[in-house]
């Protein structure tokens, strides 16, 4: 199978633009996470999207935004960015069959976006 | 979801050695992942383990689970230059999400 594919892998915005980035998940899994790292802040959780809904969200401003489609591709945007926003952006889908008992999540390889 | 705490924050150790890092958690949980990280890219999943086991193995990889202290340990024996990542714990408390919440993890180095 396929891992978790992330495009594009690199990228530079400067500020003020938008920017979305992609996530194809593993065949089969309908739930997909989004994180994003810095090396200030470490890991933090954005949003999970399951079954084209909004599941769970983190604390982050408006500007953060995502979507999942029918086929459990994910799509997050960055809205205005800021050149606090540089960061790696992880995400990691998960089978979750089942509910409440969380599944092991697979991650792909991230987007590293630099704000100019 | 909770975050873990991984301790120490780094380890520097000779190839061939034990590496042994530890997570503590707040509340009880359903399971606990471990997750390693390599320099700038994903994190590929180690280990799950759940509440009602005590040990995993995993090839050179055991994890221990005690729930009445709240903490787990990853041991990596035999360690290796490739084992130079940074660990992170995830204990997860339910709720249907599957949101993870990280520390800071433990950024071992094994020296050749």
Same mark, same amino acid.
């Given at each position: 199978?396929?891992?978790?594919? =992330?495009?594009?892998?690199?990228?530079?915005?400067?500020? #003020?633009?938008?920017?979305? %980035? /992609?996530?194809?998940?593993?065949?089969?899994?309908? /739930?997909?996470?989004?994180?994003?790292?810095?090396?200030?802040?470490?890991?933090?959780?954005?949003?999970?999207?399951?079954?084209?809904? =909004?599941?769970?969200?983190?604390?982050?401003?408006?500007?953060?935004? #995502?979507?999942?489609?029918?086929? /459990?591709?994910?799509?997050?945007?960055?809205?205005?960015?800021?050149?606090?926003?540089?960061?790696?952006?992880?995400?990691?889908? /998960? %089978?979750?069959? %089942?509910?409440?008992?969380?599944?092991?999540?697979?991650? #792909?390889?991230?987007?590293? %976006?630099?704000?100019? | 979801?909770?975050?873990?705490?991984?301790?120490?924050?780094?380890? *520097?150790?000779?190839?061939?050695?034990? @590496?042994?890092?530890?997570? &503590?958690?707040?509340? +009880?949980?359903?399971?606990?992942?471990?997750?390693?990280?390599? &320099?700038?890219?994903?994190?590929?999943?180690?280990?799950?383990?759940?509440?009602?086991?005590?040990?995993?193995?995993?090839?050179?990889?055991?994890?221990?689970?005690?729930?009445?202290?709240?903490?787990?340990?990853?041991?990596?024996?035999? *360690?290796?230059? @490739?084992?130079?990542? &940074?660990?992170?714990? @995830?204990?997860? +408390?339910?709720?249907? +999400?599957?949101?993870?919440?990280?520390?800071?993890?433990?950024?071992?180095?094994?020296?050749?």
């Amino acid at each position: 199978k396929a891992g978790v594919t =992330q495009t594009p892998r690199y990228l530079i915005k400067t500020r #003020g633009q938008q920017v979305t %980035l /992609s996530c194809s998940p593993i065949s089969g899994h309908r /739930s997909v996470s989004w994180y994003q790292q810095t090396p200030g802040q470490g890991l933090q959780f954005l949003f999970e999207y399951f079954s084209e809904t =909004q599941r769970n969200k983190g604390n982050f401003p408006g500007r953060f935004s #995502g979507r999942q489609f029918s086929n /459990s591709r994910s799509e997050m945007n960055v809205s205005t960015l800021e050149l606090g926003d540089s960061a790696l952006y992880l995400c990691a889908s /998960s %089978l979750n069959k %089942l509910a409440g008992l969380q599944e092991t999540q697979y991650f #792909g390889p991230g987007t590293r %976006l630099l704000v100019l | 979801s909770q975050q873990g705490e991984e301790d120490p924050q780094a380890l *520097s150790i000779q190839e061939g050695e034990n @590496a042994t890092m530890n997570c &503590s958690y707040k509340t +009880s949980i359903n399971n606990l992942q471990w997750y390693r990280q390599n &320099s700038g890219r994903g994190l590929v999943h180690l280990i799950l383990i759940r509440s009602n086991e005590r040990e995993k193995h995993s090839g050179r990889l055991r994890v221990t689970l005690d729930t009445s202290k709240k903490s787990s340990s990853l041991l990596i024996t035999a *360690s290796r230059a @490739a084992d130079t990542a &940074s660990y992170f714990c @995830a204990p997860y +408390s339910g709720g249907g +999400s599957e949101k993870l919440v990280f520390g800071k993890g433990t950024k071992l180095t094994v020296n050749p």
